[in-house]
């Protein structure tokens, strides 16, 4: 499941700018951070933030299947053909630098998407809408994010309909990997086409509804936040100021 | 009575086109009035609604030529497909209809009580805390003209509003025209279904390749419909009426 989740959790109860700084800081702590075991506890970090929202298994499910491929490749780019020493598993050579860099990048990129998959789960778009609207963004800007978080769920069920109404006209989906790709073709151009007309539709309706008239609008139930949350957000900042001062300090040493 | 809307010898050219969509056109809109604009596809109906409500070329793109006056505060558009209006952001019905009022900056209670006035209007009330994607198709179209309505536009257009709709629910919206262009509002209409466009029209406008070919009385203009043809062949003399009724108040005289 990609996309909100509608609940009633401690994320879903908190501000979407608090959602979104757990998230952001998952992502640049997953940069600066660069030891397996460290990288790995983040990814710890990043089920616990799931748990937190209640989306464990929402969010778990989308996130191996991202990175399970890109997992196969680094073992075999890094641990198969990484520089030496080696060690012996069986029949196979392995690389140990080789093989702490896969773990490394694997882990960073588990606990990127996790981290991701949960806020987009647990931040209702319209909350944070409501949020920044609040805050005096220009509503150009807040469409822009609230429907980059949507995008997935659109396109999914855009995707749906497309497929049913080709199986409709025949289109097969089973078959080998190679059918399967071909089965894509006749899928990408109404998906792609349908999604820009739709989109220069509401362009003109929300236009038509003042959307873009340089006012500022009014929040109808911005979300309500607290000192606790505010400084939890500046607490998330400081530790990845801190996580990046530690790396290059690591660099220098 | 004030014209909202003139236009005098307008051309109309979407961008990267080599033949305008609109030529030379002329004609005045005022309070009351209840448009149609017909035609074949590709006629420049749809265009015609878009430059009269100013979102060609200002939202489009393209080049405007000739005399355009709109006098109108405020213009909202109603297109075919209700869910590409939508904002896809507010979680309740209530909330899509306050999008166009929050957008003017009123304040909470005034945005509210707008959007309540318009759920009145189009008989909606009852829908106000359901979510707009569960709601059918005619429905949404009442939600979406009720959004419209709710920023108290001067000019409305509507184009071919009941193309997605069931019987029913396209002679419902059509109903609600006269009472809108009474309370005030002028609306044009873009629009082949000539026998509902024809039971609320004050007058029509017919196109062909972009120019006006025909303007006058609905009775003279929308003289294809299936009852005028029916008149026309039980030998009444012209204005045909337009609707059954009409044309049953003729025959019995």
Do not use: N
């Amino acid at each position: 499941m990609i996309g909100y989740v509608p609940g009633h959790s401690l994320l879903h109860r908190a501000h979407p700018y608090t959602t979104l700084a757990l998230a952001g800081a998952l992502l640049l702590g997953a940069f600066a951070l660069t030891r397996p075991l460290e990288v790995w506890l983040l990814v710890v970090a990043a089920a616990a933030f799931a748990v937190a929202g209640g989306v464990l298994r929402a969010s778990a499910r989308p996130a191996l299947l991202l990175s399970l491929p890109i997992w196969v490749l680094l073992f075999v780019l890094h641990g198969l053909l990484g520089a030496d020493p080696r060690m012996t598993v069986g029949p196979v050579s392995l690389s140990v630098p080789g093989i702490a860099r896969a773990l490394v990048l694997g882990g960073r990129l588990t606990a990127i998407v996790l981290g991701f998959l949960t806020a987009l789960a647990t931040a209702s778009p319209h909350r944070l809408v409501e949020a920044m609207t609040a805050g005096g963004v220009p509503f150009g800007r807040t469409f822009l994010l609230a429907s980059t978080l949507t995008v997935l769920p659109r396109m999914r069920e855009r995707t749906t309909q497309i497929l049913e109404a080709q199986q409709c006209r025949g289109l097969r989906l089973g078959g080998s990997p190679l059918a399967r790709l071909r089965a894509l073709v006749p899928l990408a151009l109404p998906l792609v086409l349908g999604a820009l007309a739709e989109v220069d539709e509401q362009v003109l309706a929300l236009d038509a509804r003042g959307a873009a008239g340089g006012v500022r609008r009014t929040a109808l139930d911005p979300p309500r936040d607290s000192a606790l949350q505010r400084a939890l957000r500046w607490t998330l900042l400081a530790l990845v100021v801190a996580a990046y001062a530690w790396k290059f300090w690591s660099m220098r040493g | 009575m004030t014209a909202l809307v003139t236009l005098e010898g307008v051309t109309f050219t979407y961008p990267g086109a080599d033949r305008p969509a609109l030529v030379d056109v002329s004609l005045e809109l005022a309070a009351g009035d209840v448009l149609v604009v017909t035609g074949e596809s590709g006629a420049g109906a749809s265009t015609l609604l878009l430059v009269a409500t100013g979102l060609a070329p200002r939202v489009v793109g393209g080049r405007l030529t000739g005399a355009r006056r709109i006098e109108a505060r405020r213009c909202g558009v109603v297109f075919a497909r209700p869910w590409t209006q939508l904002t896809g952001l507010c979680p309740t019905v209530r909330d899509e209809i306050a999008f166009g009022p929050a957008s003017q900056g009123l304040p909470r209670e005034a945005v509210l009580a707008a959007a309540e006035r318009a759920m009145e209007r189009l008989h909606i009330a009852h829908l106000a805390g359901r979510e707009p994607a569960q709601l059918s198709g005619g429905e949404l179209q009442r939600v979406v003209v009720a959004a419209v309505l709710a920023v108290e536009p001067e000019v409305l257009g509507l184009d071919d509003p009941a193309a997605e709709l069931d019987p029913e629910a396209a002679d419902a919206l059509y109903d609600l025209l006269p009472a809108i262009a009474a309370a005030g509002t002028a609306i044009v209409v873009a629009t082949p279904d000539l026998e509902r466009a024809a039971r609320v029209a004050t007058r029509a406008v017919a196109l062909e390749a972009g120019r006006i070919v025909a303007r006058g009385a609905p009775a003279d203009v929308l003289g294809g419909t299936e009852v005028a043809g029916i008149a026309r062949a039980a030998g009444c003399p012209p204005p045909f009426p337009l609707d059954v009724p009409a044309l049953l108040r003729r025959v019995s005289r």
